[in-house]
């Protein structure tokens, strides 16, 4: 398959802050992509440089199996982090102006962005003004903004913010679906749980540097399967075992143990049973967020973006 984004030992410098250093990674076409890490990564001035808001000082970036043209984007939807919308303009009126502005007639934006509209569960708003949604609208409004133009390749900058759960599920449905019909579609984000169900291949990304880079679930199966959700009554002495756990959280209705590294997860079945009544006793692919904290240490807890956060 070809790429539809290649970067190559790309970095960027503002003064003498290194954002983004000798950063490489590529994304096939139809491939769903996680951009992942804490904020302040370099994620945001990584797909600045892909959609030519600024240009990098060293390295390349390719688009669409060509060294990067500014014609490109018109093939590329772009959702940024920060909302851009006129808070003054009605929604329709809104998003029939951006679609002309991606080269659609005033009938074609104006009947796409209905669809959509109906799609999001927005088509009760359209003649309000953008100031008058919640921010969860306005998510869904620019969300719409970025997909009219029907583009080939989606880059979405932290797409779920400001989303409850079932908004959060209305798009990630219209992603799936759009992934379906042949798109390519990037994400960036600090919440990897979020987004780590839905891709094919991710880049870890840290100070400015990746981490970790490839294939999600080659990625976790060389990790194992170190992760044990267990629901217990009565005795946690088994948790103090420490030749078998490495550590836990306690999350109340159920503790997930960490083992250490070659330790029997039937050994600690035996340890917690004696003690214990067990309902549950699971073991667990690690998570993007735990394979994270193991790259680069217990001090990036804070910042990454973990699920208790």
Not at 49 to 61: E, K, L, R, S, Y
Not at 76 to 102: N, T
Not at 258 to 271: C, F, I, M, S, T
Request: net charge negative; aromatic share 8%; with cysteine.
């Amino acid at each position: 398959m070809k790429n539809t984004v290649a970067i190559r030992n790309v970095r960027k410098c503002y003064d003498d802050f290194v954002a983004v250093s000798d950063l490489s990674f590529q994304i096939r076409e139809g491939e769903i992509y996680g951009l992942l890490g804490p904020n302040g990564a370099g994620k945001t001035s990584t797909l600045r440089m892909i959609i030519g808001i600024t240009m990098p000082d060293a390295g390349a970036i390719e688009m669409f199996g060509e060294p990067w043209r500014r014609e490109h984007l018109q093939r590329v939807g772009y959702l940024p982090e920060e909302r851009g919308l006129y808070r003054k303009m009605k929604v329709l009126e809104h998003l029939v102006f951006l679609g002309e502005l991606k080269g659609a007639s005033s009938k074609q934006a104006r009947k796409r962005s209905e669809d959509w509209l109906e799609r999001v569960g927005l088509s009760g708003w359209k003649q309000n003004k953008v100031e008058e949604l919640s921010k969860g609208m306005q998510q869904k409004v620019q969300f719409i903004a970025a997909l009219l133009h029907d583009p080939e390749f989606i880059i979405m900058d932290e797409p779920f913010s400001g989303l409850d759960p079932s908004n959060t599920n209305v798009l990630r449905d219209v992603l799936l679906e759009l992934n379906k019909a042949g798109k390519t579609i990037l994400f960036s984000s600090h919440r990897m749980d979020q987004v780590e169900r839905l891709c094919d291949g991710i880049c870890l990304v840290d100070h400015g540097k990746a981490v970790l880079e490839g294939n999600l679930k080659k990625i976790k199966a060389g990790y194992g399967r170190r992760n044990v959700q267990i629901e217990y009554e009565g005795d946690a002495g088994f948790l103090k075992e420490t030749a078998l756990v490495q550590s836990f959280n306690d999350y109340g209705n159920y503790v997930e143990v960490q083992l250490k590294p070659g330790a029997d997860p039937q050994e600690l079945l035996h340890r917690a049973s004696s003690g214990a009544r067990l309902s549950r006793f699971e073991l667990m692919e690690p998570s993007v967020e735990d394979i994270f904290l193991d790259v680069v240490g217990p001090s990036a807890v804070e910042t990454a973006g973990v699920a208790n956060a």
